[in-house]
């Protein structure tokens, strides 16, 4: 699961926002390299290890992937992956090799990003087999989509479309066979936050009048009215990153509002420091040993600047809300 996506405003915006893409990947590509947890597939859309990444980020990673896993495969066992999943804002993100390895796919696993990603993604899958035999391994005909900004097969499908467009992205889903009946999970990390709140509360709206049985897994910033936050925000537009839904990461209570406000039933939220304590303990004690972290402080910095906030919907009786740390 990748970090960013849809601005406002100009086509550098939108571009610097697609940067961030690969600032995740990299950044994940390096903490898979030093033991903190295990993608044998990452290494095949970022080739080179890249630049040392600081301890705190190495284990900030560390969290933010255990636990968004955690709760999408706590999802998957409580529909018995008779479900969907629909990733947006994607970017390189290896879930589905991993969901198969593990012989818990879903029915279906949809990703959503800028057709610039997906193009570059699609060409990653295209020219290794590492990364399209498992691919044709879970498709049963010969009908494979494979073009340059899209990619259909039974089991995985990749979109290049705008958030920001609902009408569009309804019809892509729609024309590679999504089914508003199944218990649907959706995830996004550092998404929403590039979006106006006018535009991410019309996609949430949109959700959850379009799938009665369903769970939305949001990772994004939090408590972004503080100093550190103010330096987080200064950072980013530098780079000509505009955080255009900032005012809904003030708190862990303007995260729950938000999905509240657009017809979600229940919402949690946790900060990434509660995360990280909830974490298998031993697995924690053996990544901390993987590199020495001078400051403790600024992990708990970081980890306080970041939430994992989920909400559910759940018209079929599934007891979604029970899916939690």
């Known amino acids: 699961m990748a970090s960013r996506q849809f601005l406002s405003c100009s086509d550098t915006a939108d571009e610097a ?111 290794k087999p590492p990364l399209s035999k498992p691919l044709i391994e879970t498709h049963s005909t010969d009908s494979l989509l494979l073009d340059g900004h899209s990619l259909d097969s039974d089991r995985y499908c990749i979109i290049g479309a705008d958030l920001r467009d609902i009408s569009v992205l309804e019809d892509k889903l729609k024309k590679f066979q999504i089914n508003p009946e199944l218990p649907t999970l959706f995830l996004s990390e550092c998404v929403l936050v590039y979006m106006s709140p006018e535009q991410s509360s019309r996609l949430l709206h949109w959700i959850t009048e379009t799938f009665p049985t369903a769970m939305f897994i949001n990772y994004e910033q939090v408590n972004m009215n503080d100093r550190f936050g103010q330096i987080m925000i200064e950072n980013l537009q530098r780079r000509q990153c505009n955080l255009a839904g900032v005012d809904l990461c003030q708190s862990l209570d303007s995260q729950r509002e938000r999905f509240l406000s657009s017809g979600w039933e229940s919402v949690k939220a946790l900060d990434m420091m509660t995360v990280y304590s909830m974490l298998p303990q031993e697995d924690v004690a053996r990544i901390e040993r993987l590199e020495f972290l001078d400051e403790r402080e600024l992990l708990q910095q970081l980890l306080q600047h970041y939430c994992i906030c989920w909400a559910v919907k759940d018209r079929l009786s599934l007891d979604l809300s029970q899916i939690g740390f």
Request: hydrophobic fraction near 35%; proline fraction near 4%.
């Open 17 to 127: 926002v697609r940067a961030t893409c690969d600032d995740a990947s990299t950044c994940k590509r390096f903490a898979t390299s030093k033991g903190y947890w295990p993608d044998h597939y990452v290494q095949y859309f970022v080739r080179q290890i890249g630049e040392r990444k600081a301890p705190e980020i190495n284990r900030g990673y560390y969290g933010r992937v255990k636990g968004m896993n955690l709760l999408l495969d706590s999802f998957l066992k409580k529909t018995q992956c008779n479900c969907q999943v629909v990733n947006l804002g994607a970017g390189l993100d290896t879930t589905f090799w991993r969901l198969k390895d593990e012989n818990v796919m879903p029915k279906k696993l949809f990703e959503v990003d800028f057709p610039m990603i997906v193009a570059r993604k699609i060409h990653h899958i295209k020219t």
